[in-house]
């Protein structure tokens, strides 16, 4: 895992461009692959050149950076100091091959901009509200990398809306437990689809994953008898 305030910003730069693989230059013509409990609401990933904007920055952040980190993609964080490098080893983000800027200040637009030069999937969080111009410059960098941006809170023209409805914790008993799984219903506002998606899930499990909530059968009606 490296972090900016260890290294001068050129020099990080240069480290992560030597270590992430020549592919990650080219635009991708798949989406960067998703948990398959989320790709239904995302035509099947994360779509190279796009920038997603997230109402949240927990559990549903790092469910998203574990599909890419998985398959072998380094990611990026940008402007989250509270980010929890042992809670993403638990969702499945391999933290060999995280960048963490955790305060880059008023700097942050440049900062990101740099990381998408090297890093395929940056995560940032904007300390006010973004500009237009400043959102174009960088989806002009996203287009020509075929990269992902992640954004906790909104974005202009972002691709989609992810957010958190209907949270409900489980694990506490009657005076004793600990709070250790939540299920929610996330939804994701397109702008290519009219309506929302949306699904229930377990968001984390006591792993710290992702999960589908099993449906429940419904009961079937017991067939009437003739009577007489």
């Not at 940008?78 to 800027?101: K, N, Q, S």
């Not at 008023?106 to 300390?127: F, G, H, I, N, S």
């Not at 005076?175 to 939540?182: A, D, E, T």
Request: proline share 9%; aromatic share 4%; net charge neutral.
């Amino acid at each position: 895992m490296e972090y900016a305030t260890d290294l001068a910003r050129g020099e990080l730069l240069e480290r992560l461009r030597a270590q992430v693989a020549t592919r990650e230059a080219r635009v991708r013509p798949a989406p960067f692959p998703v948990p398959t409990e989320l790709a239904g609401l995302l035509d099947g990933g994360l779509k190279p050149g796009s920038a997603y904007s997230l109402a949240t920055s927990g559990a549903l952040l790092l469910a998203l950076l574990a599909g890419p980190s998985a398959d072998g993609h380094w990611c990026g964080v940008v402007g989250v100091p509270e980010f929890g490098a042992e809670a993403a080893g638990h969702a499945g983000v391999a933290l060999d091959r995280l960048a963490l800027v955790p305060d880059p200040g008023e700097e942050w637009l440049a900062v990101t901009a740099a990381l998408l030069e090297a890093v395929p999937v940056v995560v940032v969080r904007p300390p006010g509200r973004v500009r237009e111009a400043d959102a174009a410059r960088l989806g002009s960098r996203l287009r020509d990398r075929g990269s992902v941006l992640l954004v906790h809170g909104p974005w202009p023209r972002a691709e989609a809306l992810l957010s958190l409805e209907e949270a409900r914790w489980s694990g506490l008993g009657d005076g004793f437990g600990y709070l250790s799984r939540r299920e929610v219903t996330v939804i994701v506002s397109s702008r290519r689809v009219a309506v929302p998606r949306s699904a229930r899930l377990v968001l984390p499990t006591t792993d710290g994953r992702l999960a589908g909530v099993p449906s429940v059968p419904r009961e079937q009606p017991a067939p009437l008898r003739a009577v007489g």
